[in-house]
Nanobody, 115 residues
Framework: QVQPVESGGGLVQAGGSLRLTCAAS????????VGWYRQAPGYQREFVAA???????KYEDSVKGRFTISRNKAGNVVSLEMKDLKPEDTALYYC?????????WGQGTQVTVSS
């Protein structure tokens, strides 16, 4: 099964920024909701942000004002711009496409924020 591919993770100091990208075929992202999730060691995977077909966006409360989700014009890349990063943002970040036949997850990209 084709999966979206995340990239852009890395190690950054607190207060820094990173831009994550999730790439997939246009047919996977087009017309479907795409979201970012994260999972820290010992914790459950949690919702971070989502972008809907009409461009509407939704964010988890702790990232509002710091993270921005967007989709490129071609519709095959969804990005997550992360600013003012905090140590508690450290996690493996996953991209998920909500398709009519089920959700499709990427493999994840690691984000580590040092204090």
């Amino acid at each position: 099964q084709v999966q979206p591919v995340e990239s852009g993770g890395g190690l950054v100091q607190a207060g820094g920024s990173l831009r994550l990208t999730c790439a997939a075929s246009g047919s996977m992202f087009g017309g479907n909701v795409v979201g970012w999730y994260r999972q820290a060691p010992g914790y459950q995977r949690e919702f971070v942000a989502a972008i809907y077909v009409n461009g509407l966006t939704k964010y988890e409360d702790s990232v509002k004002g710091r993270f921005t989700i967007s989709r490129n014009k071609a519709g095959n890349v969804v990005s997550l711009e992360m600013k003012d990063l905090k140590p508690e943002d450290t996690a493996l970040y996953y991209c998920k496409a909500v398709l009519p036949y089920g959700d499709v997850w990427g493999q994840g990209t690691q984000v580590t924020v040092s204090s």
